[in-house]
């Protein structure tokens, strides 16, 4: 078997959406783009698992989510609203000068992300993959978002890389990541200390805003208006994929996908299978 070339993305910053710097990650190659957007609490080079396997397929981009990775933070919780990221998304395209019909693929608040963008500007995608996105009405979570009461209590800080990952390989939900995932988490998540100890890049409180402000109940309701080609995206064992039922009733032009074994985390837990998913439905 022929290995992978090393990834050595990029890193440029654009504005976004009120004068905020967003990092994104530049893949390179020949091929057509494709935009990649991540889920909650993660970072661009999360999709590195999966990148190795679109090599010289597309030209990859990847943003850090406002507040996470290493864009910037938001100053206040009121800038971490899903909305705000869908622009950001608009600005990273007019930055690259990508034009009309673009292709992208966004995993769980990354692909409300995307939905947002091609709402705020019809004809900005020619073909989506959404995997697993939070788009949901607005009664689905309920007063208290039971995500952002669990990430609030997670630890911020651990003494060295290693002690991290053995905490989140023997915990849901990266117990069943692969190891490439677990890899790409506990390298890029975390800022190095002085002490040589590391701190996560989005501490807990500030992932809960996200929780709390997301949803994308407005996205939900304006699904019928998105018109390019959809593939949804959801695992057999997701707790998503009820939802993404609902999403697909509303589409106009939606193929719904259930990917055997898998949970929410499907770019984590088979990179290879989504990598394969995405060649077929975005060529």
């Given at each position: 078997?022929?290995?992978?070339?090393?990834?050595h993305?990029?890193?440029?910053r654009?504005?976004?959406?009120?004068?905020?710097?967003l990092n994104?990650?530049d893949?390179?190659?020949?091929?057509?783009?494709?935009?990649?957007?991540?889920?909650?609490?993660?970072?661009?080079?999360?999709?590195?698992?999966?990148?190795r396997h679109?090599?010289?397929?597309?030209r990859?981009?990847?943003?850090?989510?406002?507040?996470q990775?290493?864009?910037?933070?938001p100053?206040?919780r009121?800038?971490?609203?899903?909305?705000?990221?869908?622009?950001?998304?608009?600005?990273?395209?007019?930055?690259?000068?990508?034009?009309?019909?673009?292709?992208?693929?966004?995993?769980?608040?990354?692909?409300?992300?995307?939905?947002?963008a091609?709402?705020?500007?019809?004809?900005?995608f020619?073909?989506?993959?959404?995997i697993?996105p939070?788009?949901?009405?607005?009664?689905?979570?309920?007063?208290?978002?039971?995500?952002?009461?669990?990430v609030?209590?997670?630890?911020?800080?651990?003494?060295?890389?290693?002690?991290?990952?053995?905490?989140?390989?023997?915990?849901?939900?990266?117990?069943?990541?692969?190891?490439?995932?677990?890899?790409?988490?506990?390298?890029?998540?975390?800022?190095?200390?002085?002490?040589?100890?590391?701190?996560?890049?989005?501490?807990?409180?500030?992932?809960?805003?996200?929780?709390?402000?997301?949803g994308?109940?407005?996205?939900y309701?304006?699904?019928?208006?998105?018109?390019?080609?959809t593939?949804?995206?959801?695992?057999?064992?997701?707790?998503?994929?009820p939802?993404?039922?609902?999403?697909?009733?509303?589409?106009?032009?939606?193929?719904?996908?259930?990917?055997?074994?898998?949970?929410?985390?499907?770019?984590?837990?088979?990179?290879?299978?989504?990598?394969?998913v995405?060649k077929?439905?975005?060529?």
């Amino acid at each position: 078997m022929t290995t992978a070339p090393p990834l050595h993305p990029t890193s440029t910053r654009v504005t976004g959406e009120g004068g905020l710097l967003l990092n994104v990650w530049d893949y390179g190659g020949g091929g057509p783009p494709i935009l990649l957007c991540h889920c909650t609490g993660t970072f661009g080079r999360i999709w590195d698992p999966v990148a190795r396997h679109l090599q010289g397929t597309f030209r990859m981009i990847a943003i850090d989510t406002r507040g996470q990775g290493d864009s910037a933070i938001p100053s206040s919780r009121e800038d971490c609203a899903w909305w705000r990221s869908g622009e950001d998304v608009l600005a990273v395209i007019e930055h690259f000068d990508f034009g009309p019909g673009l292709r992208a693929c966004g995993h769980s608040a990354g692909g409300a992300h995307l939905a947002h963008a091609e709402l705020a500007q019809p004809g900005t995608f020619s073909r989506l993959v959404l995997i697993d996105p939070i788009i949901a009405p607005d009664h689905q979570f309920g007063a208290e978002n039971p995500l952002a009461a669990k990430v609030r209590r997670r630890l911020n800080t651990f003494s060295h890389r290693s002690a991290a990952r053995d905490r989140f390989a023997a915990k849901p939900p990266m117990d069943v990541w692969a190891p490439e995932a677990l890899n790409a988490y506990v390298e890029f998540a975390f800022e190095d200390e002085p002490d040589g100890s590391i701190t996560l890049k989005c501490p807990g409180e500030r992932e809960a805003w996200f929780y709390e402000l997301g949803g994308a109940p407005d996205v939900y309701e304006r699904l019928h208006q998105i018109t390019c080609p959809t593939l949804l995206v959801t695992g057999s064992e997701s707790y998503v994929a009820p939802l993404t039922e609902l999403q697909a009733a509303r589409l106009p032009q939606c193929e719904r996908r259930i990917i055997e074994g898998a949970g929410h985390f499907i770019p984590q837990e088979k990179p290879e299978t989504i990598a394969q998913v995405i060649k077929d439905w975005l060529q």
